[in-house]
């Protein structure tokens, strides 16, 4: 088969499947921060949430089009799939640190010390996430 046959071979499946996978990991995210909500008190969940913003925040700002770019670029050249990658995820590294960086220092003198460190853990997932 040539690459553009291979592809299409069973599309609707695997796009199906792709739709479910992302549907299901929205219930499983709603549930849990309607758990929580239970569970934690406001001043709790504002935390959690300002470390769950900073996560989000670094982690679209910082990603630079790596994503998009890796999966371009590895798919025009698989076999340097691993060079490619190595170079994104030092762009990456780089990038998370900066933007963690900037987004910290101008949280702390605004907010308490909680939500500082939960800034700052937001900004290390979004970094072992990358």
């Known amino acids: ?15 199906s499947r792709l739709v479910s996978a992302r549907l299901l990991a929205q219930v499983i995210g709603i549930t849990w921060f309607l758990v929580l909500a239970r569970i934690f008190s406001a001043g709790e969940l504002g935390v959690l949430a300002a470390g769950l913003v900073a996560f ?6 910082a990603d ?11 798919t025009a050249e698989p076999d340097q799939a691993w060079p490619i990658y190595v170079q994104a995820l030092r762009l990456r590294v780089v990038a998370v640190l900066s933007v963690g960086t900037v987004l910290s220092a101008v949280a702390a003198p605004l907010v ?11 900004v290390l997932i979004a970094l072992a996430s990358g």
């Not at 989000?56 to 700002?61: D, E, K, L, Y």
């Not at 308490?112 to 937001?122: H, I, N, P, S």
């Open 1 to 15: 088969m040539t690459g553009a046959n291979a592809w299409s071979h069973g599309v609707v499946a695997k796009i």
């Open 56 to 61: 989000a925040a670094v982690s679209v700002i």
């Open 112 to 122: 308490d010390r909680r939500v500082l460190l939960a800034v700052g853990l937001g």
């Open 64 to 74: 630079l089009g790596t994503t998009w770019s890796i999966a371009r670029l590895v």
